[in-house]
């Protein structure tokens, strides 16, 4: 027997009589792998509980903690999603999933972590800027954000990218790290605690699996080679999956995001940029565009050197991203919801000319 405690699961959690609690630990498509007290069980969505999902929110994906009809002989049934305390969402605006679903474009990726890590490579392809739109996101979630700054051994002085970073996310731990060499690994072990989750961000060919492989003390993972060009690898991990390691926390691996569309991360962007944001209220016009008016604070203080150019403009780009990413699920929500009253509509009106036809 497996104590599912060890995964988190909250002794408040009771579940109702005949079901069984569990945590999703692997999810590909429409298949799902549940750890139980039985152990690892293969399971999938229960009719009824798919009926009644109105957006892709309502499924259950990796890290979640979810109530099972247990069968010993073929697949279980998921039959309720508990809640959540924490998730991390994207905007994706591929159209996959569950045709009377698809139209919601929140895609959860990982749910029920404590911390974020934010993983970037010091080659090539180290970009800040990528790593503040994927921060502005990890806020949203919940949990606390981590910068991991992999592949250490490639530079000769990795606090010089450390020092940039932290200087472009203020708050936010940033860690230089080596799977390779093992530099300054120790630092991680704060965070990997035993009942801890740990979610893995970042694009392919960051070090992703290599971390990974390390903090398992095993392979568990195919580590492959990035292009030389710009640094950039394939996908090694091709779905969600979550990984006890011996230290007793757990690591939720995520496919490599080449976009990473923000989805309701107002929240997260505004605590982001708190210190932008500040000046505001300092400006003379409450209606402050802040490009060439009097008194504006926000161009007072890139004059005086307290707000840097590049903040400013790091700001003016993700806000805008924001607002579409806003505008754009909106729209698609309210799409969907005249879809489905047309459905309705023709469903009741075929159902009418039955009767009188009946008659």
Known sequence: MIDIKQYGFMENETPADGLLPGRVIEQRRVQYTVITEHGEVAAVLKGAFLHDAVVREDLPCVGDYVLLQY?????SLITDLLPRRTKFSRFDGS????????????QIIAANFDYVFILSSLNQDFNVNRIIRYLTQARQSGALPVVLLTKADLVEDASVQADKVRKAVPGVPVHAVSSYTGFRMIELCEYLKPGKTVVFLGMSGVGKSSLLNVLMKHDVMIVRTIREDDGRGRHTTTHRQLFMLP???????????????????????SEGFADVEEFFTQC??????????PGCAI????????LSQSRWDNY?????ETLYSEDKAAAMREKFARNKEIAVWSKNRKKDFKQ???A
Do not use: W
């Open 71 to 75: 069968n010993d002989s073929g697949p």
């Open 284 to 293: 003379r016009f409450s209606d402050c565009r802040h490009q060439s008016e």
């Open 95 to 106: 159209g996959h999933g569950y045709a009377h679903i698809k139209a919601n474009r929140e």
């Open 356 to 358: 009188r036809y009946d």
């Open 316 to 320: 003016l780009k993700l806000k805008r």
């Open 247 to 269: 230290s007793g926390a757990m690591i939720i691996d995520t496919p490599g995001m080449r976009e990473l569309g923000l989805y309701g991360a107002d929240e997260g962007f």
């Open 299 to 306: 161009l007072a203080a890139i004059e005086r050197g307290v």
